[in-house]
């Protein structure tokens, strides 16, 4: 038999008659439904927590499932005349469990006691109707804030709760979900009721009749710190410059001190009105107060002129309720507006919209024209002159490439022939004497093979919503009229017209909300044919195209193109002679003509939203040039007759310091205060 040590045995005694006393006393039975009306005095000295468990369910007719890791010697004293009810008892277990690191959570019939690190996983009393202040309860509740912002509440409330406890945001429904015990839910949802309804202040509308409501609140600004976020007052003001009206909201003391302020501001001039130089930042001033004289004289009545004057000579409007005057400054770029403060409001907000930065776009054609044209003439040409010998005259004539049998035989006898046109290969036998039958014969064959090949690529960049155009095309004289002498003293003349021959790319760009670019396209692209020579009779290929196309930003898109495939097959005979086998290419001419055509043109935008963007682009083109020109300086022959003279190619292309990209130029947002006109340089612009 084994010997328990002296303190674990005291210990196990004195445990086993407090049991005792404590059934002894309280009268608690072993059934499922304690008695009515018993009381409890709990006393433990480092009692094990189970055997606490045990009692609780004997006291209350509850059933406990203990977790593996529950173990704690409990102490809990109650004083004379402290009698609890068993539901009071059973509180005062639940502060034992917190106190030890445990929970009890509720399934069903039965109370699961684990250790509080679970407290997250566990379901305990789901969104109850009301939270108990004293109770110590797993409870999950959902708060929600109408006046601050959840997540805002968040880092405030977390400090204040158990490590283990739940605290989370709902950032679209603005909720808290709170998962804790019971008595520490009711202080959150108390602390958060009393933060919010602070934060739910009143707003004030302020109307100004003679100042401007984006100039007041830079003025105030400056004297109180702007919302909470800082640390400082939570006084916030916001400009509404559609109504010129100042809306307010934060601490009604701090509104009643800022609104004898407004009032104080809102005084009218002496003068009734003032004069101020708006310094224009992109946009033309001559060009911009002509477009405000006509927006003014279309919309409200132009005193003194019946249509807008000159952009240098000033014009008095009547617009919003007031006279002004406006005119341009093209030294300074700069429109001078006197106009009392409502009109002033007004014509700024139309500047405002008016003088942004626009964006730019490069375009890009890429014109592909792919020839192929192939001829082949075969004919034979014979005359036979028997003149001298009262013999006939007679012969199988038929032109092959422009020339026939004539033309030699009258350029033989020395008599005027055009032998201009005798091109290809040909072979002659004949009898040119002054007296007999003369004859000549001649068999002619020529193939021609002409190929082409043409890649244009114009680039150029233009401003949002403007035309440009470029053109990279030669003057070539086409004969329009000519004139021969017959008599000595006239003499002769021709009458020469120069077109234009080469590329002709017309764009005006249009930039979407998107990264989308609205072209409308003029594309003309002209070469002289590849057969034609000299200056005179020349024939042009001439391709136009005229059109208004969508395409993404950096996209590639195909506005039109040519495929063309032409065959002509002419054969020139003598009736039944020429069908003759083997004799009839006597009496017979073939040409044979075949030509096939490719062309395509393709447009490529790009949108340079800022110099940066602008600088790449610049720079691949840039560095392009040079190492074409790297490539000739390397060209050498072994045995130069004369060396070339060595090419200077371009500087490096020095851009200034563009790390981050500028931000994109859009029209400023309703509530955006109006601008305040920008100091002007020494250079006299802003």
């Known amino acids: 038999m084994q010997t328990m040590p002296a303190p674990a045995l005291r210990r196990a005694l004195l445990a086993s008659a407090l049991a005792a006393a404590l059934l002894l006393t309280t009268g608690v039975s072993s059934s499922a439904q304690p008695p009515q009306g018993q009381r409890i005095t709990p006393n433990f000295r480092d009692a094990d927590i189970t055997q606490l468990i045990d009692l609780v369910s004997q006291a209350t007719g509850r059933n406990f499932i203990i977790a593996p890791g529950v173990h ?11 009698a609890m009810t068993p539901e009071q008892f059973y509180q005062g277990f639940l502060s034992v469990l917190q106190v030890h690191g445990f929970i009890a959570v509720p399934s069903g019939n039965v109370i699961k006691v684990l250790p509080d690190t679970n407290m997250r996983q566990v379901p305990g009393d789901d969104l109850p109707g009301r939270v108990s202040s004293t109770s110590d309860d797993v409870v999950t509740q959902v708060i929600s804030v109408t006046n601050v912002s959840a997540a805002q509440l ?23 979900v709170i998962s804790d015990h019971a008595a520490n839910v009711n202080r959150m949802t108390r602390i958060i009721a009393r933060i919010d309804q602070s934060g739910g202040s009143d707003i004030d509308v302020i109307p100004l009749q003679s100042a401007t409501a984006a100039d007041t609140v830079r003025v105030l600004s400056s004297l109180v710190t702007q919302g909470s976020d800082g640390g400082g007052t939570s006084l916030r003001l916001v400009a509404d410059d559609r109504s010129n009206s100042v809306l307010m909201s934060g601490d009604p003391a701090q509104r009643l001190r800022i609104r004898a302020l407004i009032a104080n501001l809102d005084t009218p001039l002496d003068t009734g009105g003032e004069t101020t130089v708006r310094y224009l930042n992109y946009a033309k001033a001559e060009d911009l107060a002509t477009k405000l ?17 000159g952009a240098g000579s000033p014009a008095t409007v009547s617009l919003a309720g007031g006279t002004g005057t406006i005119w341009a400054d093209k030294d300074t770029n700069a429109l001078i507006i006197t106009a009392p403060q409502r009109t002033m409001r007004a014509l700024n907000a139309v500047i405002d919209k008016l003088d942004i930065r626009r964006a730019q776009v490069e375009v890009e054609a890429i014109i592909v024209e792919v020839a192929a044209d192939k001829t082949a003439d075969l004919g034979v040409n014979w005359i036979l002159d028997g003149s001298n010998s009262k013999l006939a005259v007679g012969g199988f004539i038929e032109p092959i490439g422009g020339a026939s049998a004539i033309d030699l035989y009258a350029a033989a006898k020395g008599g005027a022939a055009n032998l201009g046109k005798v091109s290809g290969t040909n072979f002659g036998i004949g009898r040119l004497q002054a007296t007999g039958v003369n004859f000549g014969a001649i068999v002619r064959a020529l193939q021609g093979d002409s190929r082409t090949n043409i890649i244009s690529k114009p680039t150029i960049t233009m401003r949002d919503n403007e035309e440009s155009k470029i053109e990279v095309a030669q003057e070539v004289p086409f004969i329009t009229g000519q004139y021969t002498g017959t008599t000595g003293t006239s003499s002769a003349f021709q009458t020469v017209q120069r077109q234009q021959v080469g590329t002709i790319l017309t ?23 590849g057969s034609s020579a000299g200056a005179v009779d020349l024939i042009t290929n001439k391709r136009t195209i005229k059109t208004t196309v969508l395409i993404p930003d950096g996209g590639t898109l195909v506005i039109g193109g040519l495929m063309q495939d032409k065959s002509i097959n002419s054969e020139q005979r003598v009736p039944w002679l020429g069908r003759i086998p083997l004799l009839g290419e006597l009496f017979r001419t073939r040409d044979t003509t075949k030509g096939k055509t490719n062309l395509m043109v393709f447009l490529q935008p790009h949108i340079l939203r800022n110099d940066r963007q602008a600088a790449l682009e610049t720079d691949s083109k840039y560095n392009a040039v040079r190492e074409e020109q790297r490539k000739l300086g390397r060209e050498t022959t072994l045995a130069p007759l004369q060396p070339f003279q060595k090419l200077d190619p371009l500087p490096d292309l020095i851009q200034p310091d563009l790390k981050a990209p500028a931000p994109t130029a859009a029209p400023p947002p309703p509530d955006a205060p109006a601008a305040v006109p920008a100091k002007p340089t020494a250079g006299g612009t802003p």
């Open 507 to 529: 764009v005006t760009p249009q930039i979407n909300e998107g990264d989308a670019v609205v072209l409308k396209v003029e594309v003309e692209s002209s070469s002289l044919a």
């Open 293 to 309: 004289k006509e927006q003014i004289s279309g919309n409200a009545a132009v005193k003194g002129a019946t249509a807008p004057p």
């Open 72 to 82: 704690a010697q409990v102490t809990w004293l109650s004083g004379p005349g402290t």
């Open 154 to 176: 968040v880092p405030v409330l977390r400090p204040l709760m158990p490590q283990n406890a739940q605290l989370a945001a709902v950032t679209g429904a603005n909720m808290l």
